[in-house]
């Protein structure tokens, strides 16, 4: 969508024999580093160009996961949680207000309402994010730095 480059047909490609994927290759077409809304937004535009029951909120968490190892050829290793398979876990606390009246389906909670962040993370056993909060902070330092030089730029034009 910030590049204008249409919709995929992912709800046909589907029905095909083809391995189909929801990824993201950077910053330009994920500014907010957010897998949760790419997800919503995967499902939300097949549903504006096929109709409300062209992908649920599951299959689309699926393109995300299984899909992309099967994409990657590594659907032995990751993409979902089993016995022997690499699994980095997150977990959303769904007390909040977005999520009010979604809680008897939580998967499709969390995909609908757009969750904001994950409130805990582990990627490859480690704890990244606990409570919302990154465990190592000295990223925080240098968003505040990132948003200095980015201003210094913006002033400079």
């Known amino acids: 969508m910030t590049l204008g480059s249409g919709i995929a047909p992912v709800a046909e490609l589907m029905k095909t024999r083809m391995k189909v994927s929801l990824a993201v290759d950077g910053s330009a077409s994920n500014d907010t580093s957010n897998m949760i809304r790419e997800v919503r937004q995967a499902m939300l535009l097949q549903r504006v160009r096929y109709g409300a029951e062209s992908l649920s909120a599951r299959e689309a968490l699926y393109l995300a996961t299984m899909g992309g190892a099967r994409v990657l050829g590594r659907h032995n290793e990751i993409g979902s949680i089993e016995v022997g398979k690499a ?8 007390s909040g207000i977005e999520f009010a009246g979604a809680q008897a389906d939580p998967l499709a909670a969390i ?19 606990r409570d919302g909060r990154l465990v190592d902070e000295s990223l925080y330092e240098l968003i505040a730095r990132h948003n200095a030089i980015s201003r210094r730029l913006v002033e400079k034009r």
């Open 111 to 129: 995909v609908h309402c757009s969750a904001q962040h994950v409130d805990l993370a582990a990627v490859n056993g480690e704890f990244v994010v």
């Open 87 to 94: 699994a980095d876990l997150i977990a959303f606390d769904l």
